[in-house]
């Protein structure tokens, strides 16, 4: 009784010492928060390719070589426990800065466009993605239900900037979620396992001075069936524009 009793004091104690210290922190300094991206774009990515030509799609900038790969539908299933296929366009994205160099790169700087087309698609960031998705049949995986992108109200999705809220009044993109399965909602816990993956391999963001590679999320939207895909962003401060084969 006497070593349970010691236990209980010990925890609260700690909990009162980690409460003082969560009240006196101050906020994050600029370089804090430089830190902070740098260590997200070294922990979450995917292993660059040996160079930017070896992606379906390449171009060069002054400072920065970008590469960009669409996914088959079979290697999406590959690649992820979580099923994309029937809501997302996946794309492999390799980013490769000169020596010497540091590129800044962020979700919301990349844009998906059918050729020709008038509008464009930001990416999903991976905690909205989670949020639209239930389980399915497939191993535990999921696939999406309801409707995101066009057309929705305050604290819908913004297809251009792939976050929750805001107003649209874009309605000439058409995204295609299929129907919701008749299975259960997935708990707190699959939604995180599901985020994690989805971060850990989406494109880093933050600052980076080495080659980086991942994967961005795109609102699947229809096309004509020989219409093309092109990727378009912005990379140290020039816009570019990569035809998708």
């Known amino acids: 009784m006497g070593k349970v009793l010691n236990a209980i004091l010990f925890g609260a104690s700690s909990l009162c010492m980690a409460c003082r210290g969560y009240a006196g922190q101050q906020p994050a300094s600029p370089t804090q928060h430089q830190q902070e991206n740098q260590a997200d774009a070294s922990t979450n990515g995917i292993k660059p390719r040996a160079s930017a030509e070896r992606y ?12 960009a790969t669409l996914l088959t539908a079979d290697e999406v299933l590959r690649v992820f426990t979580t099923d994309l296929n029937s809501c997302c366009v996946v794309l492999e994205v390799g980013l490769y800065p000169e020596t ?109 001075s080495t080659p980086v590679a991942g994967y961005l999320y795109f609102p699947l939207t229809k096309k004509k069936k020989r219409a093309r895909r092109q990727l378009e962003c912005t990379l140290a401060g020039e816009k570019i524009t990569l035809a998708l084969p």
Do not use: C, W
């Open 100 to 208: 010497g160099r540091s590129l800044e790169i962020a979700r919301k700087d990349f844009s998906l466009r059918v050729a020709g087309s008038d509008s464009a698609v930001k990416p999903f960031s991976p905690n909205l993605l989670a949020m639209t998705l239930k389980l399915s049949p497939r191993g535990g995986s999921m696939t999406p239900h309801g409707s995101v992108g066009v057309g929705y109200g305050v604290g819908g999705a913004d297809p251009r900037t792939g976050q929750l809220g805001g107003h649209s009044v874009d309605t000439s993109a058409e995204v295609s979620l299929g129907k919701p399965p008749s299975d259960s909602q997935p708990s707190e816990l699959d939604r995180q396992l599901m985020e994690l993956e989805l971060t850990k391999k989406g494109l880093p963001e933050g600052s980076v």
């Open 56 to 67: 379906a799609a390449q171009a060069r900038l002054k400072d920065v070589g970008i590469g």
